[in-house]
């Protein structure tokens, strides 16, 4: 039975779903959310956050290393594993804590339990299994499905993790041991940035990429400067790489990798799967309801709305680009639309979702690469500036970078703009706000840049686009 009612209720508390319910909270909703596992989700407890913290580590031991370079002594930068994933822990444990006090401070009813959907009136029931198995029925005006990825495996081609020898992001997050060699299958931003950690903490790291360059959704210039840089620091990439097998020894395996034709065999002690992301759609009884699915993706519109009545989804449930970011926006614009405080003229916009990847160097971009924006048809005005020529970048030992921008030559439209190197991720935001403000190219050379900072390499770019670049 029914033993209450809301007005909404969130199926899963990422960062998709807590923020989907805050934001229901502040609309005058009765709000409740449903969590069977950690508060915050895959991002705050096994995803973006963690591995930022990880990431960090890597940073401060890379300038301790190079400590002599800024006139500094440091006798021996070294590093103890525990203390680095004790550290990511911690600031995961404290980000989940804080998603838990922004619940009750916005009165959101919190239900543990793993959640189930069946046929009901306004909207389906939610029925929770808590942790002694027993059910409770739920009912509300509307139901909002946030419950994520996991980690994908292809089992039919030997490539399963074991949380052993092969680790999905869960197990690399939180190492029992520090690989000697180490194999990453998949160089999307989270095979990357692992890569990127566990290099700098003395791995011998070698990547493996299916396709014909590492980060295939970053522009192929960007990704390109990325590749060598890695490689400069001591990364194997083998790209147009397929690994045909994993055969596992006592501690350590042996990798099948198929190369231009020849297959070779790479022996290491750790693997990583990151070879992409299932959404997690089953087990919550949507084929009853009627639920549209594409692969494992739930099929919404551009408002979360399914199809089905008072049912919507949104986040990684939903189909990429996995981001945090993504889930949140989707959330609010899904309330948003439920509380009747938006119009139709808003639907979600996948093409100003910035995307970022903090190895080192980072990778940041939004809008279309230079390869799509060629495919438009439409005239290119193409900027670009190196960090070499920014005194900021000097001043911090950072010149190796780049940023380029991609404007349309007749509107003077941001297609896109692509960036690579230090801090990289920080400066994006300037360019997802001047297209979402549907800026002009001549609107950014117009536009003042603090100085000394990274971001004058933004203006800079802008300005090359016009053949007006001044400091190279
Ligand atoms: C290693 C790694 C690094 C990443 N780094 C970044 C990054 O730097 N930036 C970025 O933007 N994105 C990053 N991501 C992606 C990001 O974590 C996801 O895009 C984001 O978490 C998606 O949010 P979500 O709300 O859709 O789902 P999730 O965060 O996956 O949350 C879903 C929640 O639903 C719960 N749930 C599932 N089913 C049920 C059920 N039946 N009942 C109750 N609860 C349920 C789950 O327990 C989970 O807590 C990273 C991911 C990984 C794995």
Redo the contacts with the bound molecule.
Sequence with gaps: MADQQFDLIV???????YVAAIRASQLGMKTAI?????LG???LN???IP??ALLRSAEVLHLAKTASAYGLKVDKADFDLDGVVKRSRGVAAQLSGGVKHLMKKNKITVIE????LEKGTNAPDVIVKDAKGKDTTYKAKHVLL????RARAIPQAGLEPDGKLVWT?REAMVPDVMPKRLLVIGSG??GI?FASFYNELGSEVTVVEAVDRILPAEDKEIAAFAHKSFEKQGMTIKTAAQVKGLKKGEDSVTAEVSVGGKTEKIEVDRVILAIGIVA?SE??GLEKLGVKLDRTHVVVDGFGRTGVKGLYA????TGGP??????SHEGVICVEKIAGAIDEAHPFDNWNVPG?T?SHPQVASVGLTEEEAKKTGKKLNVGKFPFIGNGKAIALGEPEGLVKTIFDAETGELLGAHMVGAEVTELIQGYVIAREGELTEEDLMHTIFPHPTLSEMMHEAVLASEGRAMHI
Excluded: F, M, Q
Aim: aromatic share 8%.
């Design positions: 199926i899963g508390s990422g960062p998709g779903g449903v969590e069977r596992e950690s989700g895959i991002c096994w995803g973006c591995t930022k339990g793993d959640a189930r946030a419950t994520g990825a992001y931003a989270i940035e997690n087990g919550l949104i986040g990684d449930l996995w981001l945090a970011h993504k889930a970022c903090y």
